[in-house]
C-alpha cells in the first residue's frame, strides 16, 4: 500500500486547531477554528472522496508524543466519514497509549519506521494520515510517505505549531496535481522524490 498524508494548513504553514477554538490548546495556542468562516464546507481532495474504501493509518498520537487527550474525538467531521472510519482498521502511533477505545485500532509498538514500512507492504488501496504534524515530519524524514496531499487555506494564523520547522531533512517534491476552490483554498498533491540538490541561480 501507498501512504498519504493530507494536512491542512494555513498560509504561513500552521496546521494546529484548524477546526475550532477548543480541537487544540497546547502550548497556550489559542487561534483555533481558523478554516471558518469563509471555509466552512472543507474541500476533498481526490484522496479523501475515497477513503470509505480505503485503509486508514490513525494519527491520533506521534512518535515521541504522548495520546490525545481523554475525551477528545478522531479527526472526522461528517457521519460517512465516521462510519468509514469506524469500520476500517486503524494504526495509531503513541509511546503511551495501551488501550484504544476506538473500534479496529491497533497501537503500533517498537521501531515505528519498521511497523510502517511492514503496514505498507500488506494488500490494500492506501494507508491515510490525517493531520499530527509531529507524525508527518518522522514519515518524511524516514522516507515512507507516497503522497502529500497540501490543503492551504487563505489567512495568516500568525502563532501555532508549523508543519515544517526551522531545521529539518530536505525533501524534493513532484507536483502531480494542483488546484484552487472557489474559496481560495489551494489542493496541492505532491510525491516526495528524495533529497534535493543545491546551487547558484545563472543571471544572464
Known sequence: MQLAVTT????????QGPGGPDEDRSGGFDRGGWLVP???????????????????????GAPTT??????????????????????????????????????????LEGDLASAVRELKQREGRELQVHG?????????????????????????????????????????????ESRTTPSGVTISVYRPTGRPEFGSVEVT
Not at 481526490?46 to 490513525?58: G, H, I, K, L, V
Open 8 to 15: 491542512f494548513l494555513s498560509a504561513d504553514g500552521i496546521y
Open 38 to 60: 469563509n471555509s466552512t464546507r472543507r474541500p476533498a481532495s481526490s484522496s479523501t472522496r475515497s477513503s470509505a474504501r480505503w485503509t486508514r493509518f490513525s494519527s491520533a
Open 66 to 107: 504522548s495520546s490525545p487527550p481523554p475525551g477528545r474525538t478522531p479527526p472526522i467531521r461528517t457521519t460517512r466519514w465516521r462510519t468509514a472510519s469506524t469500520r476500517c482498521p486503524k494504526y495509531v502511533a503513541s509511546t503511551t497509549l495501551k488501550d484504544p477505545k476506538w473500534a479496529n485500532t491497533t497501537v
Open 132 to 176: 499530527s504534524g509531529t507524525l508527518v515530519r518522522f514519515l518524511l524524514d524516514d522516507d515512507l510517505v507516497d503522497r502529500l496531499n497540501l490543503l492551504v487555506f487563505p489567512v495568516i494564523v500568525g502563532a501555532g505549531r508549523r508543519l515544517f520547522p526551522d531545521q529539518g531533512i530536505a525533501t524534493d517534491l513532484a507536483l502531480d
